[in-house]
């Protein structure tokens, strides 16, 4: 199989303990993971093996909880470790929710029915389940705690799933026939987008986790160029739409190779929008740039590698590294 990274280098492997309380009446379950740096250069299979044999396993992120831990543990000046996700030959289906696992499922006789390694799942007016291009148009279903919120407007389904973000929900999982009929019954058209999507990238553990992040390209490319080859290798290129994924991008960006780096952030008409359409009023510019100043045509927005890692506003045809969203929603087997 493939990995993101190649050659030697350190890695982050965990230990856990599930600890399980009974009572008469239900059963509680604790988890506790410890991420440990181990600073001995080794292969990805080496570093495997060495996670299986002396704790648990290579490190699995399931959240952004676990995304801080892991960081925290990293001494400074490490620049990349193994972590344990890997590229798969085939794809495997996983609900948009990293905390929710596919128990539940009902494809329409025949589907799923696609070979390409990227597709997103949709419901149609009977309430089965088939595989679609994920750039189609259609109306989607956000998950709430109240039920299921439908949502008419035609999107595709990465857009679909940054408004439902944007309200601090997500496409809708279906984990039962009871679920999956609470859905149905609220359809008004042929067929919604859910929250089922497919890609090649597994846990070492598999854990079946859909936790992605951001990977830093440490190429220069041109803002175009940048934009494409996040379109064609990954998601998009990054857009911040809040303080906590700014401190995400932040930390991505300390290991750049260029003084800044290229965000989803683009110039026209006067004014400036994320090319990756999401809700929120997020800002950090840098004195002096966005909106307190006009601009020729052909600017597009980067942030600072270092110091205050603000926004800035530069010729697109400057060659930067760039960060891309990987997957539905976020890291490539690398921290």
Known sequence: HLCSVYGSQSFL?????????????????WATI????????????????????EFSDLATVGNSSDELSLAAVVPD????????????????????????????LNWEEGEPNATTPESCGAMNSDGRWFESGCDTRRGFVCDDTHGPVFVADKLSWR??????????????SVRSAAENSAVQGGLTEASVWIGLFKDRWRWSDEDGSSFRNLIL??????????????????TALVSVHSEELQARVGRAAENATSPHVWLGLRHAF????????????????????????????????????????????????EELNFICFTCAGAAAGLS
């Not at 470790?81 to 085939?90: R, V």
């Not at 857009?159 to 809708?172: A, E, F, N």
């Not at 440490?218 to 064609?232: D, I, L």
Request: with cysteine; charged share 20%; proline share 2%.
């Open 13 to 29: 492997l965990y230990g856990g303990k599930i600890l399980r309380k009974n009572t008469f009446k239900s059963s509680c379950v």
């Open 34 to 53: 410890e991420f440990h740096f181990v600073n001995v250069l080794m292969n990805y299979t080496s570093a495997q093996n060495f996670c299986r044999e």
């Open 77 to 104: 000046g490490i620049v990349r470790t193994w972590i344990g996700l890997w590229l798969a030959d085939t794809a495997t289906w996983y609900w948009a929710r990293p905390d929710h696992k596919l128990v539940y």
């Open 159 to 172: 857009r679909s799933q940054d408004h439902c973000r944007g309200l601090s929900r997500d496409l809708v």
């Open 217 to 234: 390209i440490q190429k220069n490319m041109s803002w175009m160029e940048a934009w494409s080859y996040c379109r064609t290798h990954h």
């Open 270 to 317: 006067n004014f400036w929008y994320w090319i990756k359409w999401g809700d929120g009023c997020y800002q950090n510019w840098a004195p002096g740039h966005g909106a307190e100043r006009t601009y020729d045509c052909g600017m597009a927005g980067a942030l600072e590698a270092t110091r205050g890692q603000q926004w800035v506003a530069l010729p697109d045809t």
